[in-house]
C-alpha cells in the first residue's frame, strides 16, 4: 500500500513539474483541436440533414398513399369506369395521372349482361420532383357489369 502511495505522489510530482514548463497549448494542438471538431459537426450535420430528407419523403409517401387510395376507391362508384387516361391536382399540390384500360371482359352465364375488369394504374408525384424518386404508383383491378339496353 505504501509503494502505491509513493508511486501516485511521485507521478503527481513529476505531472506539476511538466506544467509548469509549459504554459498552454500549442498553435498545432489547437489546430488540431480544430480540425477534429470541424469533423465531427459536418458528420452531425450529415446525418441531421438525412434524417430531414427521410421525414420529408414519409411524409409525402403517407400523403400520397391515402389521397391515392380513395381516388381509387371512388373509382367506378364516385366517378364513371372507362378506358383512357386522366390527370389531376390534389389540393395539397401533389400532381395526379390515372391509365385506366380493360383488361378482360366476360359474357354472364345466363347471357345477359358482361363483365369487365379494367386495370386502373394510378401515379402520384410531387411537382418538380426527381422522376421515379418523388412518386408512388399505385395498382387496382375494377370490375364492371354492363347489363344489356331493354
Not at 503527481?12 to 494542438?29: D, H, V
Not at 420529408?56 to 362508384?77: C, H, I, K, V
Not at 372507362?82 to 389540393?91: I, K, M, N
Request: hydrophobic share 45%.
Amino acid at each position: 500500500m505504501r509503494r502505491v502511495l509513493t508511486a501516485c505522489l511521485a507521478g503527481i510530482a513529476s505531472l506539476k513539474a511538466r506544467r509548469g514548463r509549459r504554459g498552454g497549448f500549442t498553435l498545432i494542438e489547437s489546430l488540431v483541436a480544430f480540425v477534429i471538431l470541424t469533423l465531427a459537426m459536418g458528420a452531425l450535420m450529415q446525418g441531421l440533414g438525412g434524417g430531414a430528407r427521410n421525414e420529408s419523403r414519409g411524409d409525402f409517401l403517407l400523403r400520397a398513399a391515402r389521397q391515392g387510395r380513395s381516388q381509387l376507391e371512388a373509382l367506378g362508384a364516385a366517378t364513371p369506369l372507362a378506358a383512357g387516361e386522366t390527370s389531376g391536382r390534389y389540393g395539397d399540390g401533389l400532381v395526379w395521372r390515372l391509365v385506366v384500360s380493360p383488361v378482360r371482359s366476360v359474357a354472364a352465364a345466363d347471357g345477359n349482361g358482361r363483365t369487365t375488369a379494367f386495370l386502373a394504374r394510378l401515379t402520384v408525384r410531387r411537382p418538380g420532383g426527381a422522376p421515379g424518386q418523388d412518386q408512388l404508383t399505385l395498382t387496382t383491378i375494377k370490375l364492371a357489369v354492363a347489363k344489356p339496353r331493354q
